[in-house]
């Protein structure tokens, strides 16, 4: 272990860190839509990638987006490999224990249960679920009397329903709204439910209140002009909730 003056003396550098560097590194997926994902062209896209883009623009900051894994986002936030996450994360008091969040820049996103059309109810208490590891969901499913099977990537749950190897997912009704709106009547919503949470948030790590702060007041300004809601509304229908 490093000597504690020497860890003192580095947690101080890092709180300005980020904004020391040239380019501030942004982390998504890349696979959750309409959030963020790889379009037919093989771009990276999506809500969070327009905002974010916008976010830096309006703070004057260079940026660029890298490419990770949902189950080591956090891990890899925290190691460095880069400078913040956006990637259809909630604030949640047990995130807020590894990193720390700026203001949401989308109110608390409800749960759904999705399934095969004519998929009895009942599969949400005595069925199996398919939820994507290291999220809220599968918490939530761990809580419940459900069979809990857990997919490093959301696709991977939704092709579990598919081919029958859970009844139904339990996800982001956002995220899941697309599916059953392209499935032609293949898919179906069982139940909605909330979702525990502050909102979705750009986690940060939490020596980088500079940096914080930043994207705080690039968001401020995005909400007093409208301008967040508009890109809301686009991405997900006038049904979202907006920034009053």
């Known amino acids: 272990m490093k000597k504690l003056l020497l860890s003192a003396a580095t947690l101080a550098f890092?709180?300005?860190?980020?904004?020391?560097?040239?380019?501030v590194r942004l982390g998504t997926e890349g696979a959750y839509p309409p959030y963020n994902y790889i379009d037919e062209s093989n771009a990276l896209v999506g809500f969070e990638i327009d905002l974010g883009n916008a976010l830096c623009e309006r703070a004057g900051l260079t940026c660029e987006w890298v490419q990770n894994d949902w189950d080591s986002i956090i891990p890899n936030l925290v190691g460095g490999n880069y400078d913040a996450i956006m990637a259809g994360m909630n604030a949640t008091p047990e995130r807020a224990e590894v990193i720390m969040f700026s203001d949401p820049y989308k109110?608390?996103?409800?749960?759904?249960?999705?399934?095969?059309?004519?998929?009895?109810?009942?599969?949400?208490?005595?069925?199996?679920?398919?939820?994507?590891?290291?999220?809220?969901?599968?918490?939530?499913?761990?809580?419940?009397?459900?069979?809990?099977?857990?997919?490093?990537?959301?696709?991977?749950?939704?092709?579990?329903v598919r081919n029958g190897t859970a009844d139904a997912v339990l996800a982001d009704r956002d995220f899941l709204m697309t599916y059953v709106t392209e499935s032609g009547g293949e898919l179906e919503f069982l139940a909605t439910v909330p979702s525990p949470g502050a909102g979705v948030s750009i986690g940060l790590r939490q020596s980088d209140?500079?940096?914080?702060?930043?994207?705080?007041?690039?968001?401020?300004?995005?909400?007093?002009?409208?301008?967040?809601?508009?890109?809301?509304?686009?991405?997900?229908?006038?049904?979202v909730p907006q920034f009053e």
């Open 14 to 23: 890092a709180a300005t860190g980020a904004l020391a560097q040239d380019i």
């Open 107 to 160: 109110l608390p996103d409800p749960s759904a249960y999705m399934a095969l059309a004519g998929t009895d109810p009942s599969v949400m208490e005595e069925g199996v679920i398919a939820a994507q590891s290291n999220t809220m969901q599968s918490g939530m499913v761990a809580d419940t009397s459900a069979t809990l099977i857990e997919f490093p990537t959301a696709d991977e749950t939704i092709a579990a």
């Open 209 to 239: 209140t500079e940096l914080q702060a930043t994207f705080n007041a690039a968001l401020d300004e995005m909400k007093a002009d409208g301008t967040l809601n508009a890109m809301l509304v686009e991405w997900f229908g006038d049904e």
